[in-house]
């Protein structure tokens, strides 16, 4: 499953996301997952996509909760889900405070309360349920019916979730989480434990636990590793994924990249199942050149097609 980020120069960005979502299906590739940026709308984006291209899931990985009220993001996700015909899935996550706040200019409520009551509001609206919510950081009173035609079946709703209390809200209230950044021996130690008991205590099914990995199938290392660097440094400055990077003992998020041949990425992409990961989405597959983007997306599909 590759994640869709938007290259620089793009004359639409949704005509080239239908086009790669095309290339996606064709692979084999079961399922595309859009990001949110300041530009682009990743429930709209996903939408389209699974629109036009009928054969593979769509999801966003992932949308913050803040600022869009629960309201707001189900309406939205239940048309996708309408437009897709059920092959939408939806992302969420709690987002950097730092970045919020400055982007919004709004307070950012405390995550973790805002995080469970944001499940508990959202979660009957995805059912189209007209249930109200009253929180510390959230009032939610639907006026009138909220239920969408075609909506069917409910939307699928994963946390990126990754610090132990974020873990154990997406275990009690979702359906699994998509950790960014979080090595083998994290999913495995770390992740994987604590999500799936807290679901186990809530009486859930077992969560998903899609690992998102950087990936790029290159024979040129030295130029992609100096892409990953480029674009992964981001990351260092935020604690949650600082905190995901340490676990696993490495020095800078690029260290968590896989980068190599076929070989050398497929090996390191089923560490990730031998830990306990459900699935996998390839990330950053395009910061280096288009034909390394190509041979990653291939090397996805094969995969795919062998699991």
Same mark, same amino acid.
């Given at each position: ?89 939806? &992302? ?70 990754? &610090? ?14 998509? $950790? ?24 859930? $099914? ?7 990995? $950087? ?52 090996? &390191? ?31 996805? &599909? ?6």
């Amino acid at each position: 499953m590759p994640a869709f980020a938007p290259e620089e120069n793009l004359k639409n960005v949704v005509d080239r996301a239908v086009e790669l979502g095309r290339e996606a299906e064709h692979l084999g590739i079961d399922a595309v997952w859009f990001n949110q940026p300041a530009t682009h709308d990743a429930v709209v984006l996903a939408a389209v996509v699974g629109r036009e291209v009928p054969r593979i899931s769509v999801g966003t990985a992932v949308v913050p909760m803040h600022p869009r009220h629960p309201q707001l993001l189900a309406s939205a996700a239940k048309t996708a889900q309408a437009a897709t015909h059920g092959r939408f899935q939806l &992302g969420i996550g709690l987002g950097a405070p730092d970045l919020l706040t400055h982007a919004y200019g709004l307070p950012y409520p405390p995550p973790i309360t805002h995080l469970r009551e944001y499940l508990g509001a959202i979660r009957p609206l995805l059912a189209g349920d007209v249930t109200p919510y009253e929180g510390a950081t959230l009032t939610s009173h639907p006026v009138g019916p909220t239920a969408v035609a075609g909506a069917e079946p409910e939307i699928p709703l994963i946390v990126g979730a990754m &610090g132990p209390q974020a873990l154990r809200v997406a275990g009690e209230l979702a359906d699994g989480t998509m $950790p960014f950044l979080a090595g083998p021996r994290t999913i495995e130690e770390h992740i994987v434990p604590r999500i799936t008991e807290a679901a186990a205590r809530a009486g859930r $099914p077992a969560p998903r636990v899609i690992a998102s990995v $950087p990936a790029i199938v290159t024979d040129d290392i030295d130029q992609a590793r100096a892409a990953a660097i480029a674009h992964l440094a981001f990351y260092d400055s935020i604690p949650s994924y600082r905190r995901v990077r340490d676990m696993e003992g490495a020095h800078r998020a690029v260290d968590l990249a896989l980068i190599g041949d076929e070989a050398t990425v497929a090996a &390191g992409l089923r560490r990730y199942i031998e830990a306990g990961a459900t699935e996998i989405t390839v990330a950053y597959t395009d910061i280096a050149r288009e034909e390394d983007r190509r041979r990653t997306w291939q090397l996805a &599909g094969e995969l795919r097609r062998a699991a």
